[in-house]
């Protein structure tokens, strides 16, 4: 029974410290804790998929986020969705997300998945999409993959993620940037594992007096 309980407390207490660095849905539209930034003169600017008019054509329910050239017309575009800080797990860092990302194939356009760790001073680029998604179809609601890129890189720092939608030329007209189930997971430095195993011995140790 004594042993149960230590096991008990101990998993209770790590299994807080395993899980999501945070995690967004855009089920209620895109939260105030985000950032929308706007390059001067964007025509385009990311917003909720229903606000906009749209469905969520990631392979996501509910709402998303989208930056629709689309809807915008002609016009240069070049819009970041931004998430808040986080402070990037030290163990198995995982950055995922649904999305559909379709290119209209006359003016090149990208949408790229950043991280920064000096508060947005610089940006390194993990992921650049700039054809269509393989499996999402253009304006097929539930289409779109799913993905998961390592942030092993970054891990114990303070970081944010931003959604760079962007076109080269200043008449472009394309089609969209879609994004959905927005997550960092992992597990913290093991310090915080340390404590959860201390604190299981010390509530054995108080039913054992």
Same mark, same amino acid.
Request: charged content about 10%; hydrophobic content about 40%.
């Given at each position: ?15 807080s410290? *395993? ?6 849905? *855009? ?8 950032? @929308? =930034?706007? /390059?001067?003169?964007?025509? =385009? ?9 749209? +469905? ?5 329910t509910?709402?998303? /986020? ?12 070049? %819009? ?12 198995a ?10 290119? *209209? ?14 508060? +947005? ?11 269509? %998604? ?5 304006? @097929? @609601?539930?289409? +779109?993959?799913? =993905? ?12 944010? @993620?931003? *959604?760079h ?16 189930? =927005?997550?960092v ?7 915080g ?6 604190? +299981? ?9």
């Amino acid at each position: 029974m004594k042993t149960f309980f230590a096991v008990a407390a101990v998993a209770a207490l790590a299994g807080s410290a *395993f899980g999501q660095a945070f995690s967004e849905s *855009f089920d209620s539209g895109i939260p105030a804790t985000w950032s @929308v =930034v706007n /390059a001067p003169g964007s025509a =385009v600017s990311w917003g909720s998929s229903t606000g906009n008019g749209d +469905g969520n054509y990631t392979s996501g329910t509910g709402d998303s /986020a989208i930056a629709s050239s689309d809807s915008a017309g002609p016009g240069a575009y070049d %819009t970041s969705l931004v998430t808040p800080s986080f402070v990037v797990p030290t163990i198995a860092a995982t950055l995922s997300y649904t999305l559909n990302f379709q290119q *209209f194939g006359l003016d090149p356009s990208f949408g790229n998945v950043d991280i920064t760790t000096n508060a +947005g001073a610089t940006w390194t680029t993990i992921t650049t999409y700039s054809s269509d %998604t393989p499996g999402g179809g253009l304006f @097929v @609601v539930g289409s +779109g993959p799913s =993905v998961n890129s390592s942030l092993a890189l970054f891990a114990g720092q303070t970081a944010q @993620v931003r *959604f760079h939608y962007f076109a080269s030329p200043a008449s472009a007209w394309d089609w969209y940037f879609q994004v959905d189930n =927005v997550a960092v997971t992992g597990i913290p430095a093991p310090a915080g594992l340390a404590l959860a195993g201390l604190a +299981g011995l010390i509530s054995t140790r108080r039913r054992r007096a």
